[in-house]
């Protein structure tokens, strides 16, 4: 589609945006503020990767909202009121550089008597959920399960779990529960009868419960459309059917990927016809393959993937989790993250994705903050982020940047304001009062806090979460890279310094932080953006591209082709927008903070440095 064509139908949406859809209340909000005309549209999977309703590739950066909806001390939902959520989006968006959540929510309480879904309880994670949607930050909501149910756990239970309700549970004939000698609540998962016979029970349909789940899941898509204005919907991404899926136990004969193929994928192709039906036909299913997957200890690892599944197609995406469990365990992994220790990890997800046909989310990552193994997560968490940014170490990032694979989507876990300040009754034990941490299962991974103020505040290093990171590519991305020098400890933590080759880029970069994108110009007219995090600042910012050499950007205008403008949602966070005027041209551009008052000569000699070595290597 022509240039011209892509603006002409952008000003018919624009002008048409105030139309109501048939069955579909009239907006009870507006656009973002801070929205420019290129904004809101709604995503959809293109070529393997996320595109939004100007051709862009998209990538989703944020965090899970969250474990709180695992409690019941705020009724199963993330927030105890609006303006927390309110409060927490702001800061999600200012604070943590995300675009997007997970958005967590509860079987059990959308669905506590059997048949009679709790429009209440909808009715306040919808408002809760605008709170993020206002704040120009996209959701996928996830109906999630950790353990199958708390209902299966007694008030003296040294555990704990979250998913079904106490009717699920009281439906079947489950033993007592009982991990035996268990070191780490998700030992739960293979060691506990009741877990494994509640999951076995869910997955082949036992009293009818994926039925009623089914419905429910139904009824709770059909309340968001109908009760969120056609610029909110539009900031739904899809919904992830079912957190962390496992078959419980296995029949005999049955392995992990023939109980992918004929229980866990039939399921989805339900739930797909539940979103059909309930008005979401154009958004996709994050669908997860079986827990361990790509578990990285050869002795979790379970064949899977989805692998007999097909080409999946613009109707689901592959979404996943992964955590380093040999950095969890203490034992298996005696020393602290590397360079390009994930890469292999999350280059695996990238290629289970373009084998499917879809694009990849990793919607959990994280680490301990606190605890024995806390001492790991600052390289820990630099590493999943750099894996997620490249499929190259930072070591060889620059002289094989062709190979980096696509730049994959991420949501870490996660964004709890209330961590550290819960007060839970586990299991319903009044003796039992948690408050620190997570307050559940004795997890701590909040990325952020309440200070004493009731300020939200960052529990990791700023360097770290607030990442330049290509938002939205108009074209297709090349290769990405960005040095954050985050810290362990004192620790600057730098594993992809500019090369001696280029002396002029790491002159102009000193010992600041940096991003490189490289990417090939499509169709359309909006701009390349990426998220500029508060330490790069305007005043502090240089970006040298083909596209035009500043410091300091202007603000954007449709003839300034390298510039700033504020993310839509009126949080105060900022982008860089880069504008081409061709297509199927090769682009590049280098963002810095590094540098001050950079001379024209020094930022031309580093233009002609990166402009041979993108032509060198692409």
Same mark, same amino acid.
């Given at each position: ?33 801070? $929205? ?25 950066? =944020? #965090? ?21 959520? +309110? ?8 604070? =943590? ?54 209902? /299966?756990? =007694? ?11 106490? !009717? ?7 033993? &007592? ?63 992830? @059917? ?10 005999? =004969? ?28 154009? &958004? ?47 034992? /298996?992994?005696?020393? &602290?993250?590397?360079?390009?220790? #994930? ?41 999943? #982020? ?6 190259? $170490? ?18 870490? !876990?996660?964004?709890? /304001? #209330? ?14 009062? /948690? ?31 607030? +990442? ?38 790491? &002159? ?18 909006? @701009? ?25 950007? @202007? ?57 041979? !070595? ?5």
């Amino acid at each position: 589609m022509s240039k011209i064509r892509v603006r002409l139908l952008t000003a018919l949406v624009v002008l048409c945006g105030s139309l109501t859809v048939a069955g579909i209340p009239p907006a009870t909000a507006a656009t973002p503020s801070d $929205s420019l005309w290129f904004d809101g549209a709604p995503l959809t999977v293109r070529g393997g990767r996320f595109a939004d309703g100007q051709g862009r590739e998209i990538v989703l950066r =944020g #965090y899970n909202v969250s474990g709180e909806t695992k409690l019941e001390e705020n009724g199963g939902l993330p927030f105890a009121s609006v303006a927390d959520a +309110r409060k927490s989006a702001t800061a999600l968006r200012a604070l =943590g550089g995300g675009n997007a959540v997970r958005f967590l929510l509860s079987w059990s309480h959308a669905e506590p008597v059997r048949g009679q879904v709790d429009t209440a309880y909808l009715a306040a994670a919808t408002e809760q959920m605008r709170a993020f949607l206002d704040a120009g930050v996209r959701v996928y909501p996830d109906f999630h399960q950790d353990l199958y149910s708390r209902h /299966l756990f =007694g008030t003296g239970s040294w555990y704990t779990g979250d998913g079904a309700p106490k !009717w699920a549970v009281d439906a079947g004939s489950y033993p &007592k529960e009982s991990c035996g000698i268990c070191l780490f609540w998700g030992q739960n998962i293979t060691q506990n009868a009741a877990v494994q016979k509640a999951q076995y029970d869910f997955w082949h349909n036992a009293h009818g419960l994926q039925d009623a789940f089914l419905a429910t899941a139904q009824t709770t898509m059909a309340h968001l459309r109908q009760h969120l204005s056609a610029e909110e919907f539009a900031g739904i991404a899809g919904f992830d @059917p079912y957190n962390e899926p496992y078959a419980g136990s296995y029949d005999s =004969g049955q392995t992990s990927r023939t109980w992918e193929r004929d229980l866990l994928w039939p399921f989805y192709g339900r739930f797909r016809a539940r979103m059909d039906a309930a008005g979401w036909a154009d &958004k996709p299913a994050f669908v997860e393959p079986n827990l361990f997957w790509n578990a990285n200890i050869s002795t979790q690892k379970q064949e899977g993937g989805l692998l007999d599944a097909g080409t999946l197609g613009p109707g689901y995406v592959l979404n996943t989790h992964f955590y380093d469990q040999k950095a969890i365990s203490g034992i /298996l992994m005696w020393g &602290k993250a590397a360079d390009g220790q #994930y890469a292999a990890d999350f280059a695996g997800v990238r290629d289970r994705a373009s084998a499917a046909g879809t694009a990849a989310v990793v919607s959990e990552f994280g680490h301990p903050l606190a605890g024995t193994v806390a001492d790991k997560a600052p390289t820990v968490l630099k590493a999943m #982020y750099q894996a997620l940014d490249s499929r190259r $170490s930072g070591a060889g990032w620059w002289t094989n940047p062709a190979s980096s694979g696509p730049v994959l989507s991420g949501t870490q !876990w996660q964004w709890d /304001l #209330y961590n550290g300040r819960h007060k839970e009754l586990m299991n319903g034990n009044p003796d039992k009062v /948690l408050t620190s941490g997570d307050a559940w299962n004795d997890e701590d991974l909040s990325a952020v806090g309440l200070d004493d103020s009731g300020n939200a505040v960052l529990r990791q290093d700023a360097r770290l979460l607030d +990442r330049v990171y290509p938002s939205a590519t108009a074209g297709t991305a090349l290769a990405f890279t960005y040095e954050d020098r985050s810290r362990d400890g004192s620790t600057v933590l730098t594993w992809n310094p500019v090369p001696g080759s280029l002396p002029n880029v790491a &002159k102009l970069v000193g010992s600041g932080q940096y991003g490189v994108l490289v990417w090939r110009s499509g169709d359309g007219t909006a @701009p390349t953006e990426l998220h500029l995090p508060a330490s790069f600042p305007t005043a502090a910012t240089t970006v040298v591209s083909d596209l035009g050499t500043v410091h300091a950007p @202007p603000v954007y205008g449709a003839a300034t082709p390298v510039a700033v403008a504020a993310e839509p949602g009126g949080t105060g966070s900022r982008r860089l927008l880069l504008t081409d005027t061709d297509s199927g041209t090769l682009h590049y551009a280098l963002v810095t903070n590094g540098a001050t008052a950079p001379t024209a000569d020094l930022l031309s000699a580093a233009r002609a440095e990166l402009a041979a !070595w993108a032509a060198a290597r692409f």
